[in-house]
């Protein structure tokens, strides 16, 4: 099974366990690092994760891997919250998160930078619109960028 199709199968049997708890699944990924393999889920809700809630998915998770067991080789298993400067990466993060300050890391440099900051204006036509600290609107094609989070203030 592919690294996308042990995600997408994951993401199918978190759905009634995020359904059930009023939780939100903001991501999965199942990635190699070193030796080990990880699977990690992050989860949300209104007025934030606790740990409690990270174990009841966990544990509800565990049950249904272990009998439908998609993933062959060893890993570990990690349930977290996003943390303050969580990813964007459904349509609906950037409705919901539209007015805040965001952090963008492109695969290839625009304008000689990879790094962009600026208040998050929207998507539309998978083109994410910001304006930068100097108040100039800026576009990047959703590929192009590697990551783009919720920046953290102090």
């Known amino acids: 099974m592919s690294k996308q199709s042990i995600e997408k199968a994951v993401e199918s049997y978190l759905e009634p366990i995020m359904e059930e708890h009023n939780f939100e699944l903001v991501d999965v990924e199942y990635v190699k690092e070193g030796t080990n393999w990880y699977l990690r889920v992050f989860i949300d809700k209104k007025g934030g994760i606790t740990i409690d809630d990270c174990e009841l998915v966990s544990k509800s998770l565990e049950k249904t891997l272990d009998k439908e ?79 783009i989070r919720l920046a953290i203030l102090f």
């Open 69 to 147: 067991d998609p993933i062959k080789n060893s890993y570990i298993l990690e349930v977290s919250s996003p943390g303050l400067d969580r990813p964007l990466k459904k349509d609906s993060d950037f409705e919901r998160y539209k007015g805040r300050i965001v952090d963008i890391k492109l695969y290839k440099a625009f304008n000689k930078k990879k790094e962009y900051s600026g208040e998050l204006i929207g998507l539309k036509d998978n083109i994410v619109y910001i304006i930068d600290e100097d108040g100039n609107e800026l576009s990047f094609n959703r590929n192009d960028i590697a990551i």
